[in-house]
């Protein structure tokens, strides 16, 4: 290395501007070991107080996406657009396993780099391995088949493909230095550009669901994402979208598998989780040019929707990664679930007035649903299903949600800590679903 990775520390904990080489050098460091994980501890908190420039945060990204394999397309002779999605993360927050193969009936081609959970959010990767036998890191070849042949796949990073983030990622899960545009912007663009995207859709969150509580705080982490993006020659645009409250009715990870893939075959729909599918599968639409209306392009998204195709596209890429053939039309044979499920009942009479989303997050990691550790095991079965939205009106004693869990000491922990994160009171006011669409044109 030309430079001392605790230089590089020293300096951007005083609040100096580092240069695109020593940004380089230093994450190269990870891959090779030369930079430590205690050095990478100590990088993300001096950035944490510290912020980037944008020029520092474009050159963490494009340092972030040279630490591994890229992808490039033009050899497979799509005849569509190579199309994703990032959600900044959130509480109930399946949209990847529909809007993957509704795109994918649509035309377009999704190769979805996802992650785990990371904080008091769920992961995409979690919510998948509860499904038997799905792998989620298969070989880059057979990736790009499965791509092109289903027309998308939603898998983790392989081990050669960007790895200093991967590594990056679970350090700042675990040491608090997850909420900043600085560290989130680089994590989330760099296996975007890694993808060989011809698109980028990001759906930014905001409320007490989201790493960015604020619309404030979100509207920044758009603006970064877009700027560093763009800079970095991806065509994206971003949708700030409410989590104020949990999106689907389920939170965990097979729950919201089951939750997903009622919403594909209409046996159940979320109505939020609907509608903001749909934005974002249309705003793709849109940004991949295979639609100039938005009119047009929410009613190919229902379409594919409603006539069953992305549920068959959803059960081929389920089989071509290994999972079982017949997910879709035997999905409870193979999903597994908690033995013990209790209804908690609401504690006075009227109307959901408020939901502190991250208490229902963190009540999950304290299920097993969440990591407090890298590297600790993922209980599958656990978690949250027929939560109640904001504005539903309940007579005390009615069940708010039920828990899923291992034993009826976690049952009962869990309830107390769902109670305490609803409020119920005579009245409510429902905050809006879709705040912003940052793409030059008006919502």
Known sequence: MK???QEIIRKKRDGGKLSDDEIADFIAGIKTGETTDVQVAGFTMSVFFN???????VALTLALRDSGDTMDWSDMKLDGPVLDKHSTGGIGDNVSLMLAPI???CGAYVPMISGRGLGHTGGTLDKLDSIPGYDTVPEPA????IVKSVGCAVIGQTPNMVPADKKMYGIRDVTASVESDALITPSILSKKLASGLDGLILDVKTGSGAFMDTLEKSESLANSLLVVARQAGLPTSAI?????????????NAVEVKNAVDFLTGKHIDPRLYDVTVALCAEMLILGSMETEQEAAEQRVKDALSSGKAAEVFG???AELKGPKDFIENMDKYLSFAPVMMDIAAPKSGYVADINTRNIGLAAIRLGAGRTDPSAPIDYGVGFEDCLPIGAKVEVGQPIARVIARSEDAANMAAELMQKAYEIDDSFTENKLIYKILNDKPI
């Open 316 to 318: 081929r890429m389920c």
């Open 3 to 5: 430079y001392l990775p």
């Open 51 to 57: 912020d980037l420039s944008t020029d520092e945060r």
């Open 103 to 105: 795109l994918a009936v």
């Open 240 to 252: 700030i979208t409410d989590m104020n409250q949990p999106l689907a009715s389920a939170v965990g």
């Open 142 to 145: 057979d990736f790009r088949r």
